[in-house]
């Protein structure tokens, strides 16, 4: 039997086209099915770790925020580190290492819990401990996906990673609730379930077929390396806007975590049922949203962000609104949505913008942007919500993302006379914008530089 090269696969599940086309390449397709076990096992544990830590200080609005700020505060610290090594080694033994860290810990926190001996700051350091293997794991994830597909097919894996992320979103909330109301408030079964699905993925990523993978070249070990990533991203001014448009949407907006946890109890008194119930219908929302996603298949333009941000800051506010559960409820779902295609949207425009030696770095400070500001934004919104009511934790983050996304837009609006210009007979593009002229690489002006698949775009001015 012959096998087919991962170059020809990824041509003709392009060619073929449709919502999954990413799963025709073998090794892709396994690592999605494994990953699948393993999100709905993560929601489960969140969920749980969520309801434990309101168990254990009587509904703390600040102590929810602050167990979410430690599993989160690592990504500002390690995923430099976490993009530097996913450059210099070899992806698939991290991610081994990564996911083998992160069963561990949840195996003990279902231990604590189990044999009653759990206190708040076993659970502060353990999810710590979540968060700094997660912050090693997602930098090099996101890279080692390009490996698996091919450039041809990384915005249909993209997305296709964010509806396996919400599909698990919709099982995994809801069996949590569940399973900690059949057992009369006890965490520990959630706990036990996530510990053994990371076995899924170690398994899965050690019977992939190395042969068919795309392994970009390794980066040698030198001076400067986390500096250069740095200096890559800021001369680049379309990733500057998607990573600016990331912290400020992941620090103020993407605290559903917190705020469906508190509606639900504090604003609705309702149970864990019910609240994993609000967790899967906000999942049914994205979940529509990261399948619409499958099927873009070139770079977002800059002016998609910026809109699917504003109609997601304006989506949470009116979600703040709601007088009801089942209203509340009904809200969940366009905004679920919404955060969907703007998440999918910049992951896509900053992973097909950057040259494959620089991905892992560039991707590091992508999660430093849209992860890094949440030990800010998480407790804020907490205590907002603790002494103002949970509606004002979403009626304030929801304002901050739409002023940041109308401070983008006009923004970008005053530097709409963007003139495409060609330079010689080569497939140089220069992209004129007002009185100065700036070489943008890899972006779609006018309808004729596709990210990704024009070979002689560059940041510099053309060499001879």
């Known amino acids: 039997m012959t096998r087919t090269s991962p170059a020809r696969s990824a041509e003709q599940g392009r060619a073929r086209g449709g919502m999954f086309r990413a799963l025709r390449v073998r090794n892709y397709r396994r690592y999605a099915s494994a990953n699948l076990v393993s999100q709905t096992g993560t929601w489960m544990q969140r969920i749980g770790q969520d309801w434990l830590v309101l168990q254990l200080t009587d509904d ?78 997602a ?8 490996e698996m597909v091919g450039p041809e097919l990384l915005t249909n894996a993209v997305s296709l990673n964010s509806t396996i992320f919400n599909g698990a979103r919709l099982a995994g909330p809801a069996v949590a609730g569940l399973l900690i109301g059949a057992a009369s408030g006890n965490t520990a079964p959630a706990f036990f379930i996530n510990a053994a699905s990371f076995g899924f993925t170690i398994l899965a990523l050690g019977s992939m077929r190395a042969d068919e993978l795309r392994p970009s070249d390794r980066v040698a070990r030198g001076k400067g390396q986390l500096r250069a990533g740095a200096a890559y991203a800021w001369a680049h001014r379309d990733l500057m ?43 049914i929302g994205s979940l529509s949203g990261a399948l619409l996603s499958t099927r873009r298949s070139q770079r977002p333009r800059q002016r998609f962000l910026v809109g699917s941000a504003l109609v997601f800051g304006v989506l949470t506010v009116i979600t703040g609104l709601m007088p009801g559960h089942v209203a509340f409820g009904v809200l969940l779902v366009p905004t679920g949505a919404a955060a969907l295609v703007f998440s999918v949207a910049n992951n896509s425009f900053v992973q097909l913008g950057v040259d494959p030696q620089m991905r892992g770095r ?59 210009e060609r330079v010689r007979a080569r497939p140089w593009v220069r992209l004129q914008v007002g009185e100065r002229a700036a070489l943008a690489p890899r972006e779609r002006a006018e309808e004729e530089v596709v990210a990704g698949r024009t070979p002689g775009v560059q940041s510099g001015p053309p060499r001879g």
Not at 248 to 274: C, K, P, S
């Open 362 to 420: 560039v991707m590091a400070l992508y999660f430093m942007c849209f992860m890094g500001g949440t030990p800010i934004g998480a407790p804020l919104i907490g205590l907002i919500a603790e002494h103002l009511g949970p509606r004002w934790g979403l009626l304030l983050g929801g304002g901050v993302v739409v002023v940041a996304a109308g401070v983008a837009g006009l923004l970008l609006g005053r530097g709409r006379s963007v003139r495409v």
């Open 241 to 283: 806007l998607a990573m600016g448009l990331a912290f400020v949407v992941g620090t103020f907006g993407f605290n559903y975590q917190i705020t469906i946890a508190l509606m639900a109890r504090a604003e609705f008194g309702l149970g864990a049922e019910a609240f994993g119930l609000l967790s899967t219908v906000f999942a």
């Open 60 to 137: 703390s609005g600040v102590a929810l925020g602050l167990i979410t700020a430690l599993q989160f505060a690592p990504t500002v610290l390690l995923s430099p580190y976490g993009g530097l090594l996913a450059d210099r080694y070899p992806k698939r033994r991290l991610l081994q290492i990564s996911q083998a860290a992160m069963g561990l810990l949840a195996l003990i926190l279902a231990v604590l819990v189990v044999t009653d001996a759990v206190a708040l700051w076993h659970v502060f350091v353990l999810a710590s401990g979540l968060g700094a293997a997660a912050a090693i794991d």
């Open 139 to 146: 930098p090099v994830r996101q890279a080692f996906v390009s």
